[in-house]
């Protein structure tokens, strides 16, 4: 199995991250259904974008890199795609999975979407319970809940719908069907999931209207523009870094460009309020989206509680967040992140699982967890789960830990962050793969 074994010590310099997976999805996806050429700069290739890239072809999308790395998606127009000849599928990617779905529902052809063992044990029915209401038809196993799910495209209708938890995947989903929906879709988010589908799409002249917790989207339009696009820094990615520079004693990292979008950034307005010596500067919009430069050096942290709207603009982040708590002082306490039990592991029990065995004090909770902090980490055998955002979150509590840690299966870092350990070494980690 591959490893990393990572002797301890702090990171310094000036470094920038892979562009944003979420936004990369979208620029593949819905360039696929514009009318003419996009311009995609600076696009993630990483595991689950790639695994959009391959969707998009099998649909009969080209996408063209030039020689200065630009890929150019040419699209075939809102009723343009082609029915695939094979499975889709989406490896190990929720994104992929459950907006292609979104996009699929109202299409005139049959498609199959399919996935990894890990994608497989993910919930669906959250997108093709609010799809057949829509007019869908899906069927899967479970009744729909689990990949592989078939799709037979069908007229859909808009609806009016709930979500019964903030989530961006659902949201994009149903309104990539209210593209093709009659009547009005209106989406309540219970609270402020990333709002990338809506700005790209409303920045492509889809009548997407936003109103407080309501989105929703008008008569089907007859096209949308073609994008134009560079996309920012993967906050998600800085986010290991920002955890090294807080918690590794003499560490001083500056992150260019990255992606700070309100509905993003929690990890940012949590790391303020423990007192960490983290600055934003150069501000600047990119691609519809606001761009910023961080500088973060280590200082003495304290607890905090996270609940409520808090969590969703951090959730990919709470792995890497328990690290940071275990180096602050006090009872840092984490609530209402029950989704973190289906993304890509159950990342409440992996994650307390893991730091537990380099001496964390932390305890899992229904809903999330509670570390008691600063603790002196001790080197250990740990193991990722074969979960991208784990295995990065080890490797960070690896060089604040005593002795020598073992990352086992560090390829999934790939999924998200490709160069994550050549990112690191960059900035003075001594790290042996
Ligand atoms: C994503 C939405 C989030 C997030 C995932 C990416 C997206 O998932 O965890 O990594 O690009 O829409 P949910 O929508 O399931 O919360």
């Given amino acids: 199995m591959d490893q990393l074994i990572i002797t301890p010590g702090p990171l310094r310099g000036r470094t920038t991250v892979p562009a944003d997976k979420s936004i990369t999805h979208r620029a593949l996806l819905f360039g696929a259904i514009a009318d003419g050429v996009s311009r995609v700069r600076n696009a993630l290739r990483s595991g689950d974008t790639l695994a959009t890239l391959d969707v998009a072809r099998k649909l009969g999308v080209e996408v063209r890199e030039t020689d200065a790395g630009e890929w150019l998606v040419h699209g075939r127009g809102l009723h343009g795609l082609q029915e695939p000849e094979e499975v889709l599928d989406c490896r190990n990617s929720g994104t992929t999975a459950r907006l292609v779905a979104g996009l699929l529902a109202g299409q005139d052809f049959f498609s199959v979407l399919a996935g990894n063992p890990q994608l497989r044990k993910r919930p669906m029915g959250r997108i093709t319970e609010p799809l057949r209401r829509m007019g869908a038809q899906i069927v899967g196993r479970d009744e729909g809940r689990l990949l592989p799910l078939a799709i037979i495209g069908s ?164 792995p890497v967040f328990a690290v940071i708590a275990t180096q602050a002082r006090g009872e840092t306490v984490v609530r209402d992140a029950g989704e973190l039990r289906v993304k890509e592991t159950d990342r409440i029990a992996t994650t307390v699982a893991e730091l537990r065995k380099l001496g964390a004090d932390i305890e899992e909770r229904p809903d999330g967890f509670v570390v008691h902090g600063p603790t002196r980490l001790k080197g250990a055998l740990v193991w990722s789960h074969g979960d991208h955002r784990l295995a990065m979150a080890l490797t960070i509590a690896g060089l ?16 998200s962050f490709p160069g994550f350990v050549e990112t690191l070494r960059g900035l003075g980690a001594n790290l042996d793969a």
């Avoid at 209207?209 to 998600?236: C, M, N, V, W």
């Avoid at 604040?400 to 999924?415: F, K, N, Q, S």
Wanted: aromatic residues 4%.
């Fill in 155 to 318: 007229p859909l209708r808009g609806i009016e719908y709930e979500l019964p938890v903030a989530s961006a995947q659902v949201k994009s989903a149903i309104l990539l069907a209210g593209l093709y929906a009659l009547g009005l879709t209106v989406v309540i988010e219970p609270g402020p999931a990333r709002d990338h589908t809506e700005r790209m799409l409303a920045s492509m002249g889809a009548p997407i209207l936003r109103k407080g917790h309501y989105i929703s989207s008008e008569q089907p339009p007859s096209e949308i523009a073609p994008l134009d696009i560079t996309i920012p820094g993967d906050f998600s990615s800085a986010a290991f870094l920002l955890a090294a520079g807080a918690i590794l004693p003499g560490s001083d990292i500056h992150i260019l460009g990255v992606g700070v979008n309100p509905t993003r950034r929690g990890l940012l307005d949590a790391l303020i309020a423990m007192g960490a010596d983290v600055t934003l500067t150069n501000w600047r919009e990119s691609g519809g989206e606001p761009v910023g430069d961080l500088h973060i050096r280590p200082t003495a942290l304290k607890a905090i509680t996270l609940q409520g709207d808090q969590i969703v603009t951090m959730i990919d982040e709470l």
């Fill in 400 to 415: 604040a830990a005593d002795g020598t840690t073992v990352v086992e299966d560090i390829a999934c870092a790939a999924d």
